[in-house]
Nanobody, 127 residues
Framework: QVPLVESGGGWVQPGGSLRLACAPS????????MGWFRQAPGKEREFVAARRGANNNLYYGDSVKGRFTISRDDAKNELYLQMNSLKPEDSAVYYCAGMGGSPIASTLRRAQAYEYWGQGTQVTVSS
């Protein structure tokens, strides 16, 4: 098991920013494949962004490209999702996820491929 601890959700007005953090217990964030997904009420879990540990390749969902950015802090062993220009449709529970191995890009976009999940953190964008 790899517990993933998330933090940083909350409420923000449209156009605002939030940063989510995820800390994988027992794994080094630098080498671990990690992703962010979100799920709004009545909708399927949606791919947001992912990072391939072996080569630091980053991947983003079409709806967040150009607004969201993945980064990491090796000293703190944390992965971040910086969310800018937030819209009401970004409101959802955001989940951090992790998997081992050497996944290809398409695998990193699939929620079913991830072995480990955080508890989720609520992000609400409204005026």
């Amino acid at each position: 098991q790899v517990p993933l601890v998330e933090s940083g959700g909350g409420w923000v007005q449209p156009g605002g920013s939030l940063r989510l953090a995820c800390a994988p217990s027992g794994r080094t964030v630098k080498n671990f494949n990690m992703g962010w997904f979100r799920q709004a009420p009545g909708k399927e879990r949606e791919f947001v962004a992912a990072r391939r540990g072996a080569n630091n390749n980053l991947y983003y969902g079409d709806s967040v490209k150009g607004r969201f950015t993945i980064s990491r802090d090796d000293a703190k062993n944390e992965l971040y999702l910086q969310m800018n220009s937030l819209k009401p449709e970004d409101s959802a529970v955001y989940y951090c996820a992790g998997m081992g191995g050497s996944p290809i890009a398409s695998t990193l976009r699939r929620a079913q491929a991830y072995e480990y999940w955080g508890q989720g953190t609520q992000v609400t964008v409204s005026s």
